[in-house]
């Protein structure tokens, strides 16, 4: 009986250019795809609490993006760019040899399926955006500091000969990551240090590229978010948690841009859920969030399927 409680997970790697993209799977080979994409400075193991809360008969495979986790960093003089992340999903599918998905995406993770299903609509057919809105949108007149911010950033770091990662014990990387994420839960730090550290002579160092603390430099403002919003062909829910990111706008800017991209969402009838919690809701208390994303695939994916 336990064998059939616990799911298998399984490592899996698939070849880019520059190296590996790491990964998780969860579920048999032949289920319906389902493609799990994490957060800023996490990993996929920012799934492993939910997934195993999801229907059965799925395949999830949840990646370590560029730079984060266990994949390999982008090459010397290369920009961390969402754009560049959509190109790296599509490697990653080509991989897989899947066609037609779904995507969950938490934070960064769900900006990056935003735009790769409004790049290929004909590839996604539900997206879960948790606690994000699909897009990263910059204001119009802050999108030139922004970009010079981050190309300033990445020509000093370029001027230093070599990168000097900091040792730590387990014990204080633990400390600063929760130092970083004070609304990760004890678990939820462990869960992320399994595959955000790496052992080396001496202690710790933390597994993700340095260059991802940048400004990204690719930006779009509010209308071509919505260009790209009235191009997703997917079902899609939205999932924002209360204390989450969108509490933390202190400009009216910001959240007229939030409430602008939300109501292109409603507007096209997706669903748009606030649940109780924080950022990080669906790793701390995944039991919040998984009925509502099970009810989704269940109702957007499968019944779509047999249908056809």
Known sequence: MASTMTQA???????????????KAWGPDHGRPVLCLHG?????GSFNTLIPLLPKEYRYVAVDLAGHGLSSHRPPGVFYSFLAYVADIRRVVEGLRWTKFSIIGHSMGGNIAGMFSALYPEMVDAIVLLDCLGFLTTDLKEIPK???????????????????KRVYTYAK???????????????????????????????????????????NIVRISVEQSLEM??????????????KGFAAAFQ???????????????????HTVVKVPGDHHIHLNSPEVVAPLVSDF??????SQQLQA
Request: hydrophobic share 40%; proline share 2%.
């Open 251 to 269: 400009e009216s800017k910001q959240q007229k841009i939030a409430s602008t991209l939300l109501q292109g969402y409603r507007d096209r009838n």
């Open 173 to 215: 990387a633990a400390e600063r990551l929760s130092a970083a994420n004070p609304t990760l839960s004890e678990q939820s730090v462990h869960i992320l240090l399994e595959r955000g550290l790496v052992q080396i002579e001496g202690g710790f160092v933390f597994s993700r590229d340095m260059r991802l603390n940048f400004k």
């Open 229 to 242: 919003q009235s191009r997703i062909q997917a079902s899609v829910l939205v999932v924002l948690a209360d």
């Open 297 to 302: 695939l269940q109702n957007k994916v499968l």
């Open 9 to 23: 997970v399984s490592e899996l790697s698939v070849p880019v250019p520059w190296g590996e993209v790491k990964g």
């Open 40 to 44: 800023w400075a996490d990993n996929c």
């Open 146 to 164: 922004v970009v010079r911010q981050g190309m300033d950033e990445m020509l000093e770091y370029e001027k230093k000969t070599e990168e000097n």
